[in-house]
């Protein structure tokens, strides 16, 4: 990039000379007037040059359009899939990431309890799996609860099936539950309510999504279109 700049200056630089018929600073010497076309002309040149190597070097810098709809976390540090490896899913069996590779992962946070985000996002993932149609066979979905005190294996077997019955409810203990919420830079509290629950709970809404080898490459944002999470996970499967 330096070396980029610096030879655009001096073209210019040297034009500038060429167009002003300063060619030194030590002497003044007349320039041939039949010279002089041919001095600007060399100038013009040299500045169409300076151009084009500028032109070139800020389209290079320019960020290439996503391919995607969710914001792209390349190289992400956190969210590694295999920290699930330490839950529990709704039928009792002890979570296995390796056997999802091959497939596209999506994995959300919440609790059963949840008034609207939890239940708006799982029906979104519906029905981006449905638009999926046969690819959807290639995906898998994984509910993990913040709420392992009132999501029991039981519980999470009859609430997260009920959306699809590809999707996984995972628990954990307390001390699990937040040491997984950690690495995946997931936020929640409970929150106090008069009402018979006795709580709820404050969440992150965002939803991660994992390439076909297991990498967390994906942030999507709770609200977003079943139509685009479709599309992004079919960029996903294809190898992008």
């Not at 100038?43 to 290439?64: E, T």
């Not at 008069?194 to 999504?209: F, Q, V």
Request: aromatic fraction near 8%; hydrophobic fraction near 45%.
């Amino acid at each position: 990039m330096f070396i980029k700049i610096v030879i655009v200056l001096l073209l210019l630089i040297v034009a500038v000379s060429l167009l002003t018929g300063r060619g030194g600073a030590t002497r003044q010497v007349a320039t041939p007037s039949r010279v002089r076309p041919m001095m600007q002309k060399m100038a013009l040149i040299l500045l169409a040059l300076g151009a084009a190597i500028a032109i070139v070097h800020l389209a290079g810098c320019s960020p290439a359009p996503s391919a995607f709809h969710a914001t792209e976390v390349k190289e992400a540090n956190y969210g590694r899939l295999a920290t699930l490896d330490t839950l529990t899913d709704h039928t009792g069996r002890r979570l296995a990431s390796a056997d999802f590779r091959g497939k596209a992962v999506v994995v959300f946070f919440g609790y059963t309890q949840c008034p609207d985000i939890c239940p708006t996002t799982l029906v979104t993932m519906k029905e981006a799996m449905t638009l999926l149609g046969a690819d959807a066979e290639r995906v898998q979905v994984l509910f993990v609860t913040v709420d392992p005190e009132r999501d029991t294996q039981e519980v999470l077997a009859g609430y997260v099936p009920w959306f699809d019955a590809r999707f996984l409810g995972l628990y954990g203990d307390e001390k699990t539950t937040l040491k997984t919420a950690k690495e995946f830079r997931v936020f929640f509290t409970k929150v106090k309510s008069e009402t018979a629950l006795g709580y709820s709970i404050d969440h992150s809404a965002t939803s991660y999504a994992y390439d076909p080898q297991g990498r967390l490459r994906l942030l999507i944002r709770h609200g977003e279109t079943p139509a685009h999470i479709a599309a992004d996970l079919r960029q996903l499967l294809a190898g992008k």
